[in-house]
């Protein structure tokens, strides 16, 4: 999703949004035009390139009917949770932090109530963005409770995702007098010694453990009947826990599922073109 963005290659980021909001729009897929076009504002707003954002979020607006039809209905609280966040991005790059604020504070029930872990803790970093700029003194420690929660969930590129002043904020963490160190989460201070294969973003609450453990399986190419017998799962319960991985990822193929994963973020993408290709073969089934 991002990955080009933070290897320095923007604008491919930015064209392959384009393209899935495009292809979104000719095949009627609401969700991934959201995605889309959530991904794209961040990123503009980022970058304080105004017009690009109120053309956004104007776009964001309107395609809030398209949640409010029956076929679609079910989805509107994500839209309205990513919406939120989106909303807060452009506010806290004109200076509104109060009006920021309020749509974190949405976003932060919306997430908790649907189980978005990783959605959950980006809100809660900007959150502590949001205490910065107010100049409150618990703003690192908010800050490092929600590094602590992305550690314990392996979201390791949590801070690339959310605000450049959060990277600094995080910095100031490392460097934290002892006095400080105490008033804050030990994980959140102390240093990695060794990075650890990145683990998946849905064991932080939109999959369970054992769906996360499938989807994981699924993305190396191992063939159900394996997946199966390495989990100890029947052949009854393998079809249940795959029924369920579908339904949650709005699919009805396992293959499909792992590229839905990819684009969510939720397991590591390969390439950008391996990722638009995922993105025509998910419009087609």
């Known amino acids: 999703r991002s990955s080009a963005l933070h290897k320095g290659e923007e604008s491919q980021a930015l064209r392959l949004l384009d393209e899935l909001r495009a292809l979104a729009v000719e ?14 504002l961040r990123i503009h707003a980022l970058q304080s390139r105004r017009d690009e954002v109120v053309a956004l979020e104007t776009e964001l607006d309107a395609l809030a009917a398209a949640f409010a039809t029956t076929e679609f209905a079910t989805f509107r ?10 909303k807060a991005h452009a506010l806290l790059d004109r200076g509104d932090v109060a009006r920021a604020e309020r749509h974190l504070l949405t976003a932060d029930a919306l997430a908790t109530s649907l189980g978005r872990g990783r959605d959950l803790l980006v809100v809660r970093v900007l959150r502590a963005v949001v205490a910065r700029l107010r100049g409150a003194p618990l703003a690192l420690r908010l800050l490092g409770e929600a590094l602590s929660l992305a550690k314990l969930g392996g979201n390791r590129r949590l801070l690339l995702d959310s605000h450049p002043l959060a990277i600094e904020m995080a910095a100031e963490l490392r460097t934290a007098s002892p006095s400080e160190r105490r008033s804050m989460p030990r994980s959140a201070t102390t240093p990695d010694t060794a990075e650890p294969p990145r683990p998946l973003v849905g064991t932080c609450g939109l999959l369970t453990i054992k769906e996360a453990r499938i989807l994981e399986l699924l993305n190396q190419d191992v063939p159900e009947a394996s997946i199966a ?6 052949a009854a319960l393998m ?13 009805t193929r396992p293959d499909a599922a792992v590229e839905r994963a990819r684009l969510m973020g939720l397991i590591e993408t390969g390439s950008l073109p391996d990722a638009m290709a995922a993105g025509q073969r998910l419009a087609g089934g």
């Open 239 to 251: 079809r249940w826990h795959m029924g369920h991985l579908c339904s949650k990822l709005s699919v």
């Open 27 to 40: 095949r009627n897929l609401p969700r991934l035009q959201l995605h889309g076009i959530v991904e794209q």
């Open 77 to 86: 609280p994500q839209y309205d949770l990513l919406s939120a966040m989106a």
């Open 229 to 234: 017998e390495t989990m100890h799962l029947d």
